[in-house]
């Protein structure tokens, strides 16, 4: 299968499909001398891993992450680094019934189509669980980016249509609630509705925002790597993911010049700065030295228990009912992935950047 990789520099293929022996990622580029242990990658995982309330997965799935290759001592040697978390819950018999039948909103058709085969036991590598490999390989990228002082603050903007108060944001209270939302009332709200659509066995969408702050000015390219596309190319190489916009996004549309351009100012240090960020942090494909601001939308979760229309692939019309255990919103266990797959586009733009000029090649070798 071609397409589970990404990346130019900083490259990761993930591995593994949701009922096999496990998942996991293969990262090449990652520079020699780094600290890492699984520790420092554990707690990211944790974010994604399902059980986490009664709002996503009941699947019980510890999740733990192991490094096959690449560090010794404690440090990364420079060679490709092998991540492998283990499946130790499957229950392949929640599909066996349905095996034969194209479940509505999955890829079950497209994959059959494509490839003449698929594995139909939880949608193999369509499965939610083949972000365990970008979460893992993000958790690295992003320890890169934080020596570099990049940091990122990923949320649910919105869920079921129910949205935050900017009001009354609170960065804290995003670990605090099962939403990972920034507003606790309007986490409440979503509690509640989402209690609702679990009893009508529904599933509901969301959106989550991505702010990444430190990223210097100048990384991306003016033509098809920008990285405001290969942020959007990251986002929508995510399952579920319908939408990417990078600032004000469709709201530009409706606007006007002398609103959405941001003005430029000279601060005390003689750095330049924007006066407003209507851009998002990008300007021409390249970063601008503001903070990058995207969103992406997540549709509700296909899987959902109610009867529904499909056909077999004998071609006959059918009903079905999904058994199984599936996240009633996938919003809170994606947020983890966006800022993941955010970490990793980032990073490889900014070591894709290093040859750009050759003043800095010359300074570098120059000792």
Same mark, same amino acid.
């Not at 108060?165 to 509640?192: C, G, L, S, T």
């Given at each position: ?21 496990? %998942? ?40 733990? %992450? ?141 959106? %989550? ?31 579920? %993911? ?126």
């Amino acid at each position: 299968m071609a397409g589970s990789s990404i990346g130019t520099i900083f490259r990761i293929t993930t591995w593994g499909e949701t009922h096999g022996k496990g %998942v996991g990622v293969i990262l090449d580029g990652v520079p020699a001398g780094l600290e890492l242990c699984e520790d420092d990658i554990q707690g990211y995982l944790n974010r994604r891993k399902p059980g986490q309330s009664k709002f996503v997965s009941p699947r019980k799935e510890s999740d733990l %992450v192991e490094i096959l290759s690449g560090v010794f001592e404690g440090r990364t040697t420079g060679t490709p680094i092998s991540l492998m978390v283990r499946n130790s819950n499957q229950r392949s018999k929640d599909y066996g019934k349905i095996k034969d039948c194209y479940r509505p909103g999955h890829a079950d058709y497209t994959f059959d189509q494509k490839y003449g085969f698929r594995d139909y036991r939880g949608g193999g590598r369509s499965s939610g669980r083949e972000t365990v490999g970008r979460v893992a390989a993000g958790a690295v990228a992003a320890k890169i980016l934080s020596q570099l002082g990049i940091e990122f603050t990923t949320y649910a903007k919105e869920i079921g249509g129910i949205s935050i108060d900017r009001n009354v944001f609170d960065k804290e209270e995003i670990m605090k609630n099962a939403f990972y939302m920034p507003d606790a009332k309007a986490a409440e709200k979503v509690a509640q509705y989402a209690q609702q659509m679990i009893a009508e066995k529904n599933s509901i969408g969301g959106i %989550v925002e991505c702010r990444i702050n430190g990223v210097p000015a100048g990384i991306g390219d003016p033509v098809f790597e920008k990285i405001s596309a290969n942020l959007g190319k990251a986002m929508l190489s995510i399952g579920a %993911v319908k939408g990417f916009e990078i600032g004000d996004g469709f709201a530009a549309a409706v606007s006007n010049g002398a609103v959405n351009n941001d003005d430029f100012y000279v601060n005390e240090e003689g750095r330049v700065f924007k006066r407003t960020n209507h851009s998002g942090g990008t300007l021409g494909g390249m970063s601008d030295g503001s903070e990058i601001i995207f969103r992406t939308a997540f549709k509700p979760t296909p899987s959902i228990a109610q009867m529904q229309h499909t056909v077999n692939t004998s071609g006959e019309e059918v009903e079905i009912e999904i058994l199984g255990r599936h996240d009633p919103i996938i919003v809170p266990r994606a947020v983890v992935v966006v800022e993941a797959m955010a970490a990793i586009t980032i990073l490889d733009a900014l070591l894709v950047n290093m040859t750009a000029r050759l003043d800095r090649i010359c300074e570098f070798y120059d000792r």
